[in-house]
């Protein structure tokens, strides 16, 4: 093996100070398991902690990036998880096994790869053993690497705290990679999909199983899906937009039904009448990703059902700003960093 590898790295805050350099190729301690790393999956979430930080206690240099797929090339002393050729993909939230996430109400744990811990846009990672799940015997890399955000965020609001059945009715917002992961997932457990995106994204959500189409621009949005649903309403809302749109998402949802509020694309400081909320016994779900064992519920689906995720654009490694780019203009489905 050499022993010289390339890796992405940040100076400072900004795009302008990411740089692709040669370092040493870390060897693993005890308890940890060294990576060859296959392909990346890049989050909006990456981009906001390149561009601003996002608040976080970053050490520059600083490596970004937190989704990867690979293969274990050397174990440290004391792994029993993992052997030397095993296929594995990075935990989002690695801390977090099972049960509650950790924290109190004061200081709730968001430490995350690519975020609070450094990130995985390198040719070799290591990682401690308990930070990897095994990936899916069924997905190349590039499709496994999709899983540990945009994948398990879908799974955890809709399997996890939302327990969708047969017969429900799914409102899924937007075409990015947890949209169209809540897609798949949806019509997995038998649920029928609204999608609700850009009228020129339509055409491939229908082709990937949606059930009803809206143009998300419409002026009557919600009056569209009331009248799909026969008034009734959706029984579970993947709110990835946020900000005002909230509002819209509780006019749509079901008496009894569930918005699981996941994305800040119009602010973080989120707005609705409360009255709808109280008289329709609505359960707002936070969703922050989801835990390690979920995540390995989720490798297990995919490679029971075949459920191929969708890849938007991949990308060479030398060739991250493109891929920064092509996020910027707002993707259908995944973008992947192909490693090596």
């Not at 005890?30 to 050490?59: C, W």
Request: net charge negative; with cysteine.
């Amino acid at each position: 093996m050499a022993e010289i590898m390339r890796r992405w790295e940040m100076d400072g805050i900004g795009r302008d100070a990411l740089r692709l350099r040669e370092v040493a190729i870390p060897q693993p301690g005890p308890g940890d398991v060294l990576i060859k790393v296959a392909a990346v999956a890049l989050n909006h979430r990456d981009k906001m902690v390149i561009e601003t930080g996002r608040g976080l206690p970053l050490e520059f240099p600083f490596t970004p990036g937190s989704d990867l797929a690979g293969t274990v090339v050397a174990v440290g002393d004391s792994v029993t998880r993992f052997a030397v050729d095993d296929q594995v993909i990075s935990v989002f939230t690695p801390d977090w096994i099972d049960g509650a996430r950790a924290g109190d109400a004061r200081t709730p744990s968001y430490w995350t790869l690519g975020g609070f811990y450094p990130g995985v846009l390198a040719e070799y990672v290591v990682l401690p053993q308990d930070w990897v799940v095994r990936a899916p015997r069924t997905l190349s890399p590039a499709e496994a690497s999709t899983l540990p955000v945009a994948g398990l965020t879908a799974w955890f609001a809709l399997v996890e705290r939302g327990h969708v059945r047969a017969g429900e009715v799914v409102l899924v917002e937007g075409t990015g990679g947890v949209a169209l992961f809540g897609l798949q997932i949806a019509k997995m457990h038998g649920a029928e999909v609204i999608v609700s995106g850009s009228a020129d994204k339509l055409d491939r959500v229908t082709q990937l199983g949606a059930d009803h189409v809206v143009d998300r621009r419409s002026a009557d949005w919600a009056e569209t899906i009331l009248a799909i649903t026969g008034d009734c309403g959706v029984d579970h809302v993947l709110e990835l937009v946020g900000g005002a749109h909230l509002g819209k998402a509780v006019q749509v949802v079901a008496v009894g039904g569930h918005i699981h509020l996941i994305g800040a694309l119009d602010g973080f400081e989120v707005s609705t009448s409360v009255m709808p909320i109280l008289m329709k016994d609505i359960t707002i779900h936070g969703i922050g990703t989801g835990h390690r064992r979920a995540l390995s519920d989720l490798v297990s689906a995919i490679d029971s059902t075949g459920t191929k995720p969708v890849v938007g654009a991949r990308h060479l490694f030398h060739d991250l700003p493109a891929a920064l780019d092509q996020l910027d203009r707002g993707p259908f489905g995944k973008i992947v960093v192909e490693v090596g």
